[in-house]
């Protein structure tokens, strides 16, 4: 019954590991996001996309690669952690881009 | 654990009583704004939005207000209650591929 859902929840690893988040939604919607947020709260988009393209890309470090395998699904990869990498990772959607986002129950990234 | 120094600004409030939040955005082309509702461990929650040919919205409860002259936005929630606590955030939404603009956060707290 969940509408945004990501896994894992909990994700503790070392640098220099790669490591892969996973996104779906079930309510039909043609726009997912994944935004970072950081431990002072702060929200920011990293990445969007429509109908499987792309189509926010923000200014982020290239070892980040987003992967859309349909319209349902966003997942999220980094490469080469860095400590600077920890932060709650959160995915959304929406049902056409420029309207309400739902957000999924975010993934907590911990890199030591 | 929850990361501590979140340096968040916080309001706290009576149950009972109305809450005001303020946001002040950025910019001044933005034509749609939402607030969320974070609680602790979850994702943010749509509450209400506002597009930028009105000036005020009514939800349940909540009251969004719009002021494009100062580009100010605020939310009421009237007769605060406990399952009101959590971190509130204002957003914009700067273009139509739905990139959207956190504020900082307010912490709401509910005191009985």
């Known amino acids: 019954d969940t509408a945004v859902s990501q896994t894992p929840k909990y994700l503790v690893t070392q640098m220099g590991n790669d490591k892969s988040i996973k996104c779906e939604q079930n309510l039909g919607h043609d726009t997912m996001y994944w935004y970072k947020q950081d431990s002072k709260k702060f929200l920011k988009i990293m990445f969007s996309?429509?109908?499987?393209?792309?189509?926010i890309n923000e200014t982020v470090p290239n070892r980040f690669s987003p992967k859309s395998p349909d319209k349902a699904h966003l997942n999220l990869h980094i490469n080469s952690l860095e400590l600077g990498d920890s932060a709650v990772y959160f995915c959304a959607s929406s049902r056409t881009s420029g309207n309400e986002q739902f957000f999924g129950p975010g993934t907590r990234l911990t890199v030591l | 654990g929850e990361s501590v120094g979140l340096h968040l600004p916080t309001l706290s409030v009576q149950e009972g009583d109305n809450s005001i939040i303020n946001c002040a955005y950025s910019?001044?082309?933005?034509?749609?704004f939402i607030w969320y509702k974070q609680e602790s461990g979850k994702g943010p929650q749509f509450i209400i939005d506002?597009?930028?040919?009105?000036d005020k919205r009514q939800g349940q409860r909540v009251t969004v207000l719009l002021n494009k002259t100062v580009k100010h936005l605020s939310l009421q929630i009237a007769a605060t209650q406990p399952g009101d606590s959590a971190v509130y955030f204002c957003?914009?939404?700067?273009?139509?591929?739905?990139?959207?603009?956190f504020g900082a956060g307010t912490q709401v707290v509910v005191t009985p």
């Open positions: 506002i597009r930028s040919n009105m």
């Open positions: 957003a914009e939404n700067q273009d139509s591929w739905g990139k959207l603009q």
């Open positions: 910019n001044s082309a933005s034509d749609y």
């Open positions: 996309y429509n109908n499987k393209e792309l189509i």
